[in-house]
């Protein structure tokens, strides 16, 4: 298999923090890359060389700081990068107190628009639960089904169907989504889990990302789906910090709201979703980690959940609950 190396800058103090990120993201293996290290090596009256190459010297001082990963150069791969992304864009919006640098993301070897689209060739159709098939939209079904096809062009935006939490969102909503309901999808990314909710019923879904490209994105994918914009309504920005963007969603008492993030997120999810979904309302929430998911359990029923289900793929984790005020 190979694998594509990226690269995160980030500040020294940025380091402990974003690498925090990362391992939620379920990323192990992190290279973390001081270049302020090397100074202080060389500063170090106590070190034991007595001689290093100037070269070196010219390297190292050049080093950016920041921290370097691998990814599968497959479509996962693509999802996980995508995932990565939405998640330090959301991670410098709501950061105030440390400096964490550009967090610029920086794919090595390898121009990061080929591979945007080599990946392609890897997606293929395929089901997800009892009612759903995902279709690339430029692939073609070599047999007809009796599920119900869901065409998807994620473009640059997380969610193909094809990572782990995305899957479990899904099966999930198939089991909680109602005809009638009305849905928010909090992180919306490509729009695959609104879109998925209206294909199985919903009457109406809202949808919110921080990245503003997940705006035309999410709506041309509605667009292939035959859904109607009257039923559909995305916007972007961050609904933790923007005041503005809250109260559209404030008091609007949905039936199901659906958010596939991180726990961390999911935690202060819980303390504003209360104000989104109607009492005896559904919290589907995904894009958890095990080794957060008691961290998750404990902040849902603090904040009025009680949870129904709890799903497991690999390494992540969706919780399904209940509000009950």
Same mark, same amino acid.
């Given at each position: 298999?190979?694998?594509?190396?990226?690269?995160?800058?980030?500040?020294?103090?940025?380091?402990?923090?974003?690498?925090?990120?990362?391992?939620?993201?379920?990323?192990?293996?992190?290279?973390?890359?001081?270049?302020?290290?090397?100074?202080?090596?060389?500063?170090?009256?106590?070190?034991?060389?007595?001689?290093?190459?100037?070269?070196?010297?010219?390297?190292?001082?050049?080093?950016?700081?920041?921290?370097?990963?691998?990814?599968?150069?497959?479509?996962?791969?693509?999802?996980?990068?995508?995932?990565?992304?939405?998640?330090?864009?959301?991670?410098?919006?709501?950061?105030?107190?440390?400096?964490?640098?550009?967090?610029?993301?920086?794919?090595?070897?390898?121009?990061?628009?080929?591979?945007?689209?080599?990946?392609?060739?890897?997606?293929?159709?395929?089901?997800?639960?009892?009612?759903?098939?995902?279709?690339?939209?430029?692939?073609?079904?070599?047999?007809?089904?009796?599920?119900?096809?869901?065409?998807?062009?994620?473009?640059?935006?997380?969610?193909?169907?094809?990572?782990?939490?995305?899957?479990?969102? =899904?099966?999930?909503?198939? &089991?909680? %989504?109602?005809?009638?309901? /009305?849905?928010?999808? $909090?992180?919306?990314? #490509? !729009? @695959?889990?609104?879109?998925?909710?209206?294909?199985?019923?919903?009457?109406?879904?809202?949808?919110?990302?921080?990245?503003?490209?997940?705006?035309?994105?999410?709506?041309?994918?509605?667009?292939?789906?035959?859904?109607?914009?009257?039923?559909?309504?995305?916007?972007?920005?961050?609904?933790?910090?923007?005041?503005?963007?809250?109260?559209?969603?404030?008091?609007?008492?949905?039936?199901?709201?659906?958010?596939?993030?991180?726990?961390?997120? =999911?935690?202060?999810?819980? &303390?504003? %979703?209360?104000?989104?979904? /109607?009492?005896?309302? $559904?919290?589907?929430? #995904? !894009? @958890?980690?095990?080794?957060?998911?008691?961290?998750?359990?404990?902040?849902?029923?603090?904040?009025?959940?009680?949870?129904?289900?709890?799903?497991?793929?690999?390494?992540?984790?969706?919780?399904?609950?209940?509000?009950?005020?």
């Amino acid at each position: 298999m190979e694998w594509i190396e990226v690269f995160v800058s980030t500040t020294k103090i940025g380091l402990e923090i974003v690498s925090g990120l990362l391992y939620q993201c379920g990323l192990t293996g992190l290279m973390i890359e001081d270049g302020s290290d090397f100074e202080e090596f060389l500063k170090n009256p106590n070190r034991q060389w007595d001689y290093v190459e100037e070269e070196l010297v010219e390297q190292k001082q050049k080093q950016p700081t920041g921290i370097t990963f691998f990814l599968r150069d497959n479509v996962y791969g693509t999802e996980q990068l995508s995932d990565i992304k939405s998640a330090l864009l959301s991670l410098k919006s709501k950061e105030k107190e440390f400096d964490l640098g550009t967090l610029e993301v920086t794919v090595k070897n390898i121009k990061e628009e080929d591979w945007s689209n080599n990946w392609k060739k890897y997606f293929k159709p395929f089901p997800i639960g009892d009612k759903m098939m995902i279709k690339p939209s430029w692939e073609e079904l070599k047999e007809p089904t009796d599920k119900i096809v869901l065409k998807i062009d994620p473009a640059h935006i997380f969610g193909t169907g094809t990572h782990e939490t995305t899957q479990l969102c =899904i099966e999930l909503i198939e &089991k909680f %989504v109602q005809k009638k309901d /009305k849905v928010l999808d $909090i992180g919306c990314g #490509s !729009g @695959i889990l609104s879109i998925a909710s209206l294909l199985l019923g919903a009457e109406e879904a809202d949808a919110v990302d921080i990245d503003p490209n997940a705006i035309a994105v999410a709506y041309e994918n509605a667009d292939r789906n035959d859904i109607d914009r009257k039923r559909y309504h995305v916007t972007a920005g961050n609904i933790l910090e923007d005041e503005n963007l809250h109260k559209t969603y404030s008091g609007k008492q949905y039936d199901v709201v659906e958010a596939n993030i991180v726990a961390d997120i =999911i935690m202060a999810l819980s &303390k504003q %979703v209360p104000q989104y979904i /109607k009492k005896g309302g $559904i919290f589907i929430s #995904s !894009g @958890i980690i095990k080794q957060r998911l008691e961290e998750v359990y404990q902040a849902l029923k603090e904040n009025g959940f009680v949870v129904l289900d709890t799903k497991y793929k690999k390494d992540w984790v969706a919780i399904v609950s209940r509000y009950d005020g």
